[in-house]
C-alpha cells in the first residue's frame, strides 16, 4: 500500500499530565447540589485547556476505546495568523463595538512539522475511538490530500466511510485562478460495524426530481423514491459560512456553522453517546452535541477559545460541564470591577463592564463552582448587573473577564 514518508517521521509516545479541575459550572444554576458543602462531582461533559496531544494522552486511561464521534477542524496549514474580534464581534455591520485581538496561530516551519502535527495526534484519536465510532477531519486544499494518506495508514483504507466536500461562498481577492470556497471533511470510522443514522439527516427531494417522478414512476431505474421520507444527502453539502450568519457569529475565527455540524452529530451519534473535539475553538460541536443529548469532551490550546466555548454552553443553558487544564490557570487577585451583596443577590456597582462574570456561593478555594452568569448577550441587549444567590450561601467569589481575556476573581467575604 502506498504511504506517505516525510523528514523525521516517527511514531511519538503518549505523554500524559496531570489534570486540574479548575471549575463546574451550572449554567443558570442547572443541576447546582441542593445542600450546601455538597460535594460537586466533575459532570462528563468538559471542555479542556491545554495542548491537545498531552490532554489526548492524559485521556487514554479513562477513554481509550470510548468516544462515539469525534470531530477536528485543525489548522489547514494556511502559514497566518488569526485574529479573533472582541466586543460585539459577532456584528461586521457595526465596527465600532469590536477591535481585533491575537487569537491562533497556523504558521510551520515546514510541511513537514505539520504532518508530524497532525500524525500524533491523529494516532490518539483512533485509540480514543469506540469501536461504532468515526472520525471527521475537516481541513482544505493545503492539506487534506496528505491527511487521506495519514488516515489511510491509521485506519486502514478500507475504513474511509466519505469524502464530504462543503461548498460555500464569499468574497475572495483571488483573480489567477478559481475561488476556493470549498473544504474537504475525511471521515473513517473505527470498525464496520459504525453508528450511521440515515434517517436523522434526511433532505427533501429537488423539485425536478418530485416533479420527474410525478410524470413518470418508472424514472429511478425501477426503483420509485419515497418522496415524503426525503433522501439521504449526498457527500457535498452547501451551508452558508459563518460570517454570513449573524445569529451564530462569536467574533472567534474559522467558527464553522451549527448546522455543519448538526448533520455530523445526528448521522454519527445517538443521545447519550460520547462526542469529542480536540481543536473546538468557539465551541461549534460542543454546542450541536449538548442541544442534541450527547455528551461532549471538547479542547483546545487558548483561553479566548475555551472561553468562547464555555459562554456559548452557558447561553445555551442545556447541560452542567467541567473546564479542565493541563496546569493551574492564571487568576488575578484584584478586580477592576465592584460588586455588592444585598440581599439575595449579588450587584455590580462599577460603571464599566467586563464581558462576562460569574458566581460560586459556596467558595472552597480550590474549584470555582459556579451557580449564576451573566455572559454578554450574543447580537443585542446589555451585560446582566445582578445575579442571584441560592437560598444558603458560604464564601461568595465572583470571576470577571474582561473583553481581552484577562481573568480575576475577588471573594466577598
Ligand atoms: C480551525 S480552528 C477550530 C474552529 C472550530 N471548529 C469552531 O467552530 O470554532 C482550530 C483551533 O485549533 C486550536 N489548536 C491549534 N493547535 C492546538 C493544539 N495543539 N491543541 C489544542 N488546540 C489547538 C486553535 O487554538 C484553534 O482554536
Not at 414512476?217 to 460570517?243: I, M, N, T
Not at 492564571?330 to 458566581?359: I, K
Amino acid at each position: 500500500m502506498p504511504s506517505l514518508h516525510w523528514n523525521g517521521k516517527q511514531r511519538r509516545d503518549p505523554q500524559p499530565a496531570r489534570l486540574t479541575l479548575d471549575s463546574v459550572i451550572h449554567p443558570g444554576g442547572l443541576g447546582y447540589p441542593q445542600e450546601a458543602g455538597d460535594l460537586v462531582e466533575s459532570p462528563s461533559n468538559r471542555l479542556y485547556l491545554g495542548d491537545n496531544f498531552v490532554l489526548m494522552s492524559s485521556l487514554l486511561d479513562e477513554y481509550e476505546g470510548k468516544i462515539d464521534l469525534i470531530y477536528v477542524d485543525p489548522p489547514f496549514f494556511t502559514n497566518r495568523k488569526f485574529t479573533a474580534r472582541i466586543g460585539r464581534g459577532e456584528d461586521s455591520r457595526k465596527p465600532a463595538e469590536w477591535q481585533l485581538a491575537e487569537s491562533y496561530g497556523d504558521s510551520w516551519n515546514n510541511l513537514d512539522e505539520y504532518i508530524q502535527f497532525l500524525y500524533d495526534r491523529l494516532e490518539l484519536m483512533h485509540r480514543l475511538l469506540s469501536p461504532r465510532g468515526t472520525l471527521y477531519l475537516h481541513l482544505d486544499w493545503h492539506a487534506s490530500a496528505y491527511a487521506r494518506l495519514l488516515l489511510d495508514e491509521i485506519f486502514g483504507p478500507e475504513r474511509l466511510l466519505n469524502e464530504i466536500v462543503w461548498t460555500y461562498h464569499g468574497p475572495s481577492p483571488i483573480r489567477s485562478a478559481f475561488n476556493r470556497k470549498h473544504d474537504t471533511i475525511l471521515s473513517y470510522t473505527k470498525s464496520d460495524a459504525y453508528t450511521f443514522n440515515a434517517d436523522a439527516v434526511r433532505v427533501p427531494y429537488d423539485q425536478t426530481t418530485v416533479k420527474t417522478f410525478a410524470s413518470s414512476l418508472k424514472a429511478g431505474f425501477g426503483k420509485v423514491p419515497d418522496l415524503e421520507r426525503g433522501k439521504v444527502p449526498e457527500d457535498w453539502w452547501y451551508f452558508p459560512v459563518v460570517a454570513r450568519l449573524h445569529n451564530e457569529r462569536t467574533g472567534y475565527p474559522t467558527q464553522k456553522p451549527e448546522a455543519l455540524l448538526t448533520r455530523i452529530v445526528l448521522a454519527s451519534s445517538n443521545p447519550g453517546d460520547l462526542v469529542a473535539d480536540f481543536f473546538c475553538g468557539s465551541g461549534t460541536t460542543p454546542l450541536v452535541a449538548a442541544r442534541h443529548g450527547r455528551r461532549f469532551l471538547a479542547c483546545d490550546a487558548t483561553f479566548r477559545a475555551i472561553h468562547t466555548a464555555k459562554t456559548r454552553l452557558v447561553r445555551q443553558q442545556a447541560q452542567p460541564f467541567a473546564l479542565w487544564a493541563d496546569k493551574e490557570q492564571p487568576v488575578g487577585d484584584t478586580s477592576p470591577f465592584n460588586f455588592q451583596r444585598v440581599d439575595r443577590q449579588v450587584t455590580l456597582c462599577s460603571e464599566n463592564a467586563p464581558a462576562y462574570w460569574e458566581l460560586d456561593p459556596h467558595w472552597d478555594g480550590l474549584t470555582f463552582k459556579s451557580f449564576a452568569q451573566a455572559p454578554l448577550p450574543l447580537r443585542s441587549g446589555d451585560l446582566l448587573r445582578s445575579l442571584p444567590l441560592p437560598p444558603r450561601v458560604g464564601r461568595v467569589c465572583i470571576r470577571v473577564v474582561t473583553a481581552e481575556g484577562q481573568q480575576s476573581q475577588i471573594v466577598l467575604e
